[in-house]
Nanobody, 127 residues
Framework: QVQLVESGGGLVQVGDSLRLSCAASGSTASLYDMAWFRQAPGKEREFVAAIDYIARKTDYVDSVKGRFTISRDNAKDTLYLQMNTLIPEDTAVYYC????????????????????WGPGTQVTVSS
């Protein structure tokens, strides 16, 4: 099974950029569809972005479209989330998640579809 560890979070100002990374170990990342979720204080965890196992397809929640980019480097077993033009509403703990690819041509956006999770990294956007 795969283990996931996020990094790259921090405290930034409105309009700044951050790049989150998620390192996968224990199994090759190319077997998994992967995603980013986030949980803001007092709110449910929400889907942010997803990418299929060979980076052919991506999907985003509307609130981050045009600002965030999900990508992956399977040679490095690493998932990324480039976050630009950050706003206070992006403040949350960001989680990396993975599921075994089902070869069904779908991207999954529900938390229940992902079996493997990282511990999360805090992103705080200050105004």
């Amino acid at each position: 099974q795969v283990q996931l560890v996020e990094s790259g979070g921090g405290l930034v100002q409105v309009g700044d950029s951050l790049r989150l990374s998620c390192a996968a170990s224990g199994s090759t990342a190319s077997l998994y569809d992967m995603a980013w979720f986030r949980q803001a204080p007092g709110k449910e965890r929400e889907f942010v972005a997803a990418i299929d196992y060979i980076a052919r397809k991506t999907d985003y929640v509307d609130s981050v479209k045009g600002r965030f980019t999900i990508s992956r480097d399977n040679a490095k077993d690493t998932l990324y989330l480039q976050m630009n033009t950050l706003i206070p509403e992006d403040t949350a703990v960001y989680y990396c998640a993975a599921k075994i690819n089902a070869y069904d041509q779908r991207l999954y956006t529900a938390e229940r579809d992902y079996f493997y999770w990282g511990p999360g990294t805090q992103v705080t956007v200050s105004s």
